[in-house]
């Protein structure tokens, strides 16, 4: 972490041991539900994509284990959707579900984000450069060197996107698993060859929310050096004001800017002061 | 086997004349039990043969007339033929005749009826009664005899159903050796004329299930069967032979979850399938569902080839009678899933991409195609923007440190 550059100036507003609360104790518990449910529904379903691996075979050895499993698969899908119902109500109603929602709508900023995260860390345009490749352009658009890189608000573009990738997953899964329980629903309204591609989707819906989870999330919030062996926003929802300055910095620079303002209103006289402002983050 | 007594009225009658005229040869019953000892005048009087008053010499016909006594030490085998002349007939074209040209013992009636105890076959103390018959056969084909397939193929027979009718029920007309091998007539499996030969092993078998004999001859299997064609399944390639068991056995070949890979055997094979244009990927495409999924993995609940396509009487979908003919789809399928609509007809099962005709059944294939260029193409830049940030820090870590 000490290696990481800061990208914005240290806030006198901002001490760097200050703690932030980056996930309340709803938003963990909304995650902790969906990791259960998560991994219990991936347990449960797929022994069915891959009926001949060894290892579900060695899980599921019998048909009343099989039964089981269907059991536990579909209980968790009911609870994954009440939990995705109380997110969906604390994003409607809470402020703060409010605020995180409005933070987390995707803009363009985010693909450029993408991109130029990407080409910071390739630095293959800056390898160019100081081989003497192409410095006439370079010293023009400075731009294409990516010296640093994109500056992050509260979600970066890595976190926006596993967000809706959930939601729309959810979405898919949802559906299709509705009419593949109640299969006899499902052909009363559909043609066979519409029910056999609810199964398809279903299935390959959930082997790329798996390989997105153990490659894509776990290597962000667990093999990273950053953050390795893992950060531990998921168990205690605290962020530093360091931690912050240095993946945030965006957020910071908005807090920083509100305490500046606040401290300047406390400064003229007449004015009442307000109240701390850790909970805005 | 069963008490056929017509057969016994000219023995019987014979026996009654024999009995007016043995006095006249001289020797009485009392003169044998001089020299032999009681218990074997024990056992012919409880005997059948016993009963009907038959005397030593009625068997022994080589000492008839003899005057030296004691008699020669070895006589001849006892003159069965006198009396039972048919069976001996069947006997003498049987394999346990012709055992000696497989240098092995002949095996003779008594054997298997026993000597001076025999009894008819409805007797139960009888070595050949129903309940009693299979220990006899297994004296010599459990521990003397090798056959082919090995002794525990024979043994295999006491986990059968049929074993378990007659040992827990008693119940005699429970399949025994000689219903499917026959009794005095049992010829090689290798020969054509063998109740247990493929030409016959249908009737044989039909001889108690009547009504599964003619469901199968009905069916897809029983008209090929009756044309003579080599390859189609008979009883014992579904239900294996001495180890039969029900349905319901998880132990049984016919068992829910192993009715898929019993059918594939023929049903999967390139070469059957292309000398009687029969499609294959039966078994893969079945496992793919979830009714195949699930039986994998052992759920007997859910469908297996029986289910759909019923087992003794199959027949193809274009046979208005089939349980898979379009018209009879909702009802095969409304079975399990009640309220089945003639929807269920719409699409086709067992789909393989190269083998649908229609469009819109393809349409699972590509969505397939695009789920797979989805998630190569997903994880790919996962997998790209992973290596850049680790490369980057590691790089990054060395030019610090």
Redesign the interface.
């Known amino acids: 972490m000490d290696?990481s550059p800061s990208l914005v100036d240290k806030s006198p507003f901002i001490d760097d041991e200050e703690i932030f609360i980056r996930m309340n104790l709803t938003e963990r518990i909304q995650h902790f539900i969906l990791i259960i449910t998560f991994f219990s529904l991936i347990l449960t379903g797929l022994?069915?994509f891959f009926?001949e691996f060894k290892f579900f075979?060695w899980l599921?050895?019998?048909?009343?284990?099989?039964?089981i499993?269907g059991l536990i698969h579909r209980v968790a899908a009911v609870l994954m959707i009440a939990n995705l119902i109380w997110h969906l109500l604390y994003t409607a109603f809470h402020p703060r579900g409010r605020s995180n929602f409005k933070e987390m709508l995707p803009r363009v900023k985010d693909f450029r984000d993408?991109f130029e995260?990407?080409m910071?860390?390739?630095?293959l345009t800056r390898f160019l450069y100081r081989r003497g490749l192409g410095r006439n352009f370079f010293d023009r658009h400075p731009y294409w060197l990516f010296k640093n890189p994109p500056l992050y608000g509260r979600y970066n573009f890595i976190e926006k996107f596993e967000y809706w990738s959930l939601g729309w997953g959810s979405f898919i899964m949802i559906f299709t698993g509705f009419f593949m329980w109640q299969?006899?629903l499902s052909?009363?309204l559909?043609?066979?060859?519409?029910?056999?591609?609810f199964?398809?989707?279903h299935g390959?819906?959930a082997?790329?929310a798996f390989?997105?989870i153990i490659?894509?999330h776990m290597?962000n919030v667990h093999f990273?050096?950053?953050n390795f062996p893992m950060s531990r926003v998921w168990l205690n929802g605290k962020i530093t004001g360091r931690e912050l300055r240095l993946l945030h910095p965006l957020e910071y620079q908005k807090i920083a800017e509100l305490r500046r303002l606040e401290a300047e209103k406390v400064n003229q006289p007449g004015q009442p002061a307000s109240a701390s402002h850790n909970q805005a983050k | 086997m069963k008490a056929r007594p017509i057969r016994f009225l000219p023995g019987l009658f014979l026996i009654l004349i024999f009995s007016f005229f043995r006095t006249a040869s001289g020797q009485t019953e009392e003169d044998c039990f001089t020299c032999h000892e009681e218990t074997i005048k024990q056992k012919i009087s409880s005997s059948i043969h016993g009963e009907v008053g038959l005397s030593c010499l009625d068997c022994h016909q080589d000492l008839r007339g003899v005057k030296e006594f004691p008699h020669a030490e070895k006589l001849q085998p006892a003159a069965c033929a006198s009396c039972h002349a048919d069976l001996i007939k069947e006997w003498e074209r049987s394999i346990h005749a012709r055992a000696s040209t497989m240098g092995l013992a002949r095996v003779h009636c008594s054997d298997c009826h026993g000597g001076h105890e025999v009894r008819p076959a409805t007797d139960p103390q009888s070595s050949v009664f129903p309940l009693n018959l299979p220990r006899t056969c297994e004296r010599c084909h459990l521990g003397q005899v090798e056959t082919p397939r090995g002794q525990e193929f024979i043994r295999q027979y006491e986990n059968s159903i049929h074993f378990r009718a007659l040992e827990k029920a008693g119940l005699t007309i429970s399949a025994n050796c000689s219903h499917c091998h026959g009794s005095h007539d049992i010829l090689s499996i290798e020969d054509p004329e063998a109740k247990t030969s493929r030409k016959k092993i249908v009737y044989t078998c039909g001889q108690c299930h009547v009504g599964i004999q003619q469901a199968y001859l009905e069916g897809v299997h029983g008209l090929d069967y009756i044309k003579g064609i080599k390859d189609v399944p008979v009883c014992t390639d579904c239900h294996l032979e001495h180890n039969i068991l029900p349905s319901a056995d998880s132990r049984s070949s016919v068992y829910a979850?192993k009715v898929a890979g019993v059918c594939s055997r023929c049903h999967d094979d390139q070469a059957i399938a292309r000398e009687y244009g029969l499609l294959t990927a039966r078994w893969k495409t079945y496992?793919e569902t979830?009714h195949?999924?699930?039986s994998?993995?052992?759920?007997?609940?859910v469908a297996n080839c029986a289910s759909c396509h019923g087992y003794h009487d199959i027949r193809p979908s274009s046979d208005p009678k089939s349980s898979i003919h379009p018209a009879n789809i909702p009802q095969t399928c409304g079975r399990c899933?009640?309220?089945?609509?003639r929807?269920?007809?719409?699409?086709?099962?067992h789909?393989l991409p190269d083998q649908v005709e229609i469009p819109?059944?393809r349409?699972?294939y590509i969505?397939?195609m695009i789920?797979?260029i989805?998630?190569a193409t997903?994880?790919s830049i996962?997998?790209?923007?992973?290596a850049?940030?680790?490369?980057?820090?590691l790089?990054?870590?060395k030019s610090?440190g």
């Open positions: 290696k022994p069915l009926y075979r599921i050895p019998s048909g009343q284990v099989f039964y499993r993408a995260q990407l910071y860390n390739l630095g299969v006899e052909l009363r559909f043609p066979l060859w519409v029910h056999d591609i199964i398809i989707i390959y819906e082997i790329l390989l997105a490659i894509w290597y990273n050096p950053e | 979850t496992s979830f195949g999924t699930a994998r993995y052992g759920d007997i609940r899933h009640p309220g089945a609509s929807r269920f007809a719409e699409g086709k099962v789909l819109k059944y349409i699972s969505v397939k789920y797979i989805l998630i997903i994880i996962f997998l790209l923007f992973i850049a940030d680790l490369g980057h820090r790089l990054k870590g610090h």
